[in-house]
């Protein structure tokens, strides 16, 4: 937990430092959640090279933003946001696309392993919220307390749902207690 706030504070530093015109300092917020940021974006459009995409558009929004961004706000949470706001728009798009006859099926391009594999069919299972609820918890590290900010919901709403989930998950895999 002490790692995750060093971290989460270092995202922050690394933001401010960007506000106050140190754009190469986006080069080390992707080498410190590029992996998380690309999960983000992966588990909303499925696509590791959109996935990419997102990641990449996510980084240019973050060095646009960064005078926006106020040292009292959650930095990873923020970053999140914004790949997840990117993620949703491209989702957007390929409907769009989609609709007027414009795109075929999208297809993996990568081969997954098995731990990717057992993530795509979590993330199959689970709404767009809910996936939230994993990607916070796991992927960036945030405490009950922490996702009870973020979702404005009380932390044993959060609790609830979280549990919820997991119930979700064990059920489909037929886990049980």
Request: glycine share 4%.
């Amino acid at each position: 937990m002490e790692m995750e706030q060093n971290q989460n504070y270092k995202l922050g530093e690394l933001i401010l430092s960007i506000k106050e015109g140190n754009v190469t300092a986006i080069s080390k917020i992707y080498v410190l959640v590029g992996k998380a940021m690309l999960a983000t974006a992966y588990s909303y459009v499925r696509n590791i090279t959109d996935a990419e995409d997102v990641v990449q558009d996510a980084l240019v929004k973050i060095v646009e933003r960064a005078s926006k961004f106020r040292t009292n706000k959650n930095a990873s949470a923020w970053i999140n946001t914004i790949v997840s706001n990117i993620a949703k728009n491209k989702l957007g798009y390929y409907q769009r696309r989609r609709e007027v006859g414009l795109d075929n099926t999208r297809e993996l391009t990568t081969k997954p392993d098995e731990i990717g594999i057992i993530v795509n069919e979590i993330f199959d299972i689970l709404t767009g919220k809910e996936r939230q609820y994993i990607i916070y918890r796991f992927w960036y590290d945030c405490s009950f307390s922490e996702m009870a900010k973020i979702f404005h919901r009380s932390k044993t709403n959060v609790n609830y749902r979280f549990n919820k989930i997991i119930e979700k998950i064990k059920n489909f895999y037929n886990l049980g207690e």
